[in-house]
């Protein structure tokens, strides 16, 4: 655990592989008050939006990276970067340091606002150096098998296309040994938020003036 950047703020890290339900616990943490940052939404956001990431990737990867109605081609850049390591990186180091300035000024915002608690949620979160600007951080987990259906369930994809994805990702037992918590998701949303409020109340000992996180 790091020492908070700010008195009465705490900014807690959260990720977590492809279907582990980092966004679930996030959506709970929303309802209790939390402001989150979804740094994955911020990134998709900012390569639709952004002039500047507009060019760079069509420059990287081609025109194909848009339709012709101007939207991300996501499918196409899929395709591209989950098949080839370089263009994850290229893709990576065009998104991330955008991502992370948009971060900054959001803990910013948080602090100016009043926010007790400003969650980063995000993918990449140890892999993109993004532990290194909060004070402590949460990796949710969930059995690999479990994660393997989820996502095939929700983005409707073969069972080959998320291992491929998986497979960009740190390892959950890595995951596990460099986050400062470890929440289990594997027993549906009333048990998830029950670990949730456990981990408030963790936290909220952790760092002792954080009253909030108690309340």
């Given at each position: 655990m790091?020492?908070?950047?700010y008195?009465?703020?705490?900014?807690l890290g959260?990720?977590?592989?492809?279907?582990?339900?980092?966004?679930a616990?996030c959506d709970?943490?929303?309802?209790?008050g939390?402001?989150?940052?979804r740094?994955d939404?911020?990134?998709?956001?900012?390569?639709?939006?952004?002039?500047?990431?507009?060019?760079?990737?069509?420059?990287?990867?081609?025109?194909?990276?848009?339709?012709?109605?101007?939207?991300l081609?996501r499918?196409?850049?899929?395709?591209?970067?989950?098949?080839?390591?370089?263009?994850?990186?290229?893709?990576?180091?065009?998104?991330?340091?955008r991502?992370?300035?948009?971060?900054?000024?959001?803990?910013?915002?948080?602090?100016?606002?009043?926010v007790?608690?400003?969650?980063?949620?995000a993918?990449l979160?140890?892999?993109?150096?993004?532990?290194?600007?909060?004070?402590c951080t949460?990796?949710?987990?969930a059995?690999?098998?479990?994660?393997?259906?989820?996502?095939?369930r929700?983005?409707?994809?073969?069972?080959?296309?998320?291992?491929?994805?998986m497979?960009?990702?740190?390892?959950?037992?890595?995951?596990?040994?460099?986050?400062?918590?470890?929440?289990?998701?594997?027993?549906?949303?009333?048990?998830?938020?029950?670990?949730?409020?456990?981990?408030?109340r963790?936290?909220?000992?952790?760092?002792?003036?954080?009253d909030?996180?108690?309340?």
């Open positions: 790091r020492n908070t950047e008195n009465n703020m705490l900014v959260v990720t977590g592989g492809i279907g582990s339900g980092k966004s616990v709970i943490l929303e309802v209790r939390a402001r989150i940052f740094a939404e911020v990134g998709k956001r900012l390569m639709s939006e952004d002039a500047r990431v507009r060019r760079e990737i069509v420059s990287a990867f081609g025109e194909g990276s848009y339709l012709s109605s101007g939207q081609n499918k196409y850049l899929a395709d591209r970067v989950f098949s080839d390591d370089t263009a994850l990186e290229q893709i990576n180091a065009i998104v991330h340091p991502v992370f300035e948009a971060f900054v000024k959001a803990k910013r915002d948080a602090n100016r606002d009043g007790r608690l400003l969650v980063h949620e993918a979160l140890f892999e993109a150096g993004g532990d290194r600007h909060v004070d949460v990796y949710v987990d059995p690999r098998y479990v994660r393997v259906e989820r996502v095939m929700r983005d409707g994809v073969a069972k080959e296309k998320v291992m491929d994805r497979r960009h990702q740190i390892s959950a037992a890595e995951g596990r040994r460099r986050a400062d918590y470890v929440l289990r998701n594997n027993l549906g949303r009333e048990a998830l938020a029950r670990r949730v409020e456990r981990l408030l963790t936290i909220g000992k952790d760092f002792v003036l954080r909030w996180l108690l309340g």
